[in-house]
């Protein structure tokens, strides 16, 4: 089971980055989908988590910005983030749970079983 993210980058406050997340080894049917970030010198933070039915959780200090999709058919998870700030610096991280053992909240609170290496992203101007 892997996870290979794309899309990070540097980008200036108030800019836009997609970031994506493409499984292999396995079907995304029946997994809670989330993506994460971890800036320098703190813990993992959930940032959107997403269930097979399309149900999100959105942390707070993201609602408004990001949003999260799935396509279950070319098993691909996509993080779209807008009005990007400096505080949203952080290495980008997809990870997955069973959707028969945790909902998208629980994923985004307790993180995934599964994990991709993460892209880097940098707000800065």
């Known amino acids: 089971l892997q996870f290979v993210e794309s899309g990070g980058g540097l980008v200036r406050p108030g800019g836009s980055l997609r970031l994506s997340c493409a499984a292999s080894g396995f079907t995304l049917d029946g997994y809670v989908i989330g993506w994460f970030r971890q800036a320098p010198g703190k813990e993992h933070e959930g940032v959107s988590c997403i269930n097979s039915n399309g149900y999100t959780y959105v942390t707070d200090s993201v609602k408004g910005r990001f949003t999260i999709s799935r396509d279950n058919a070319k098993n691909t998870v996509t993080l779209q983030m807008h009005s990007l700030q400096p505080e949203d610096t952080g290495v980008y991280s997809c990870?997955?749970?069973?959707?028969?053992?945790?909902?998208?909240?629980?994923?985004?609170?307790?993180?995934?079983?599964?994990w991709g290496q993460g892209t880097q992203v940098t707000v800065s101007s």
């Open positions: 990870a997955a749970g069973p959707a028969s053992m945790m909902t998208v909240k629980h994923l985004c609170n307790s993180g995934g079983d599964y």
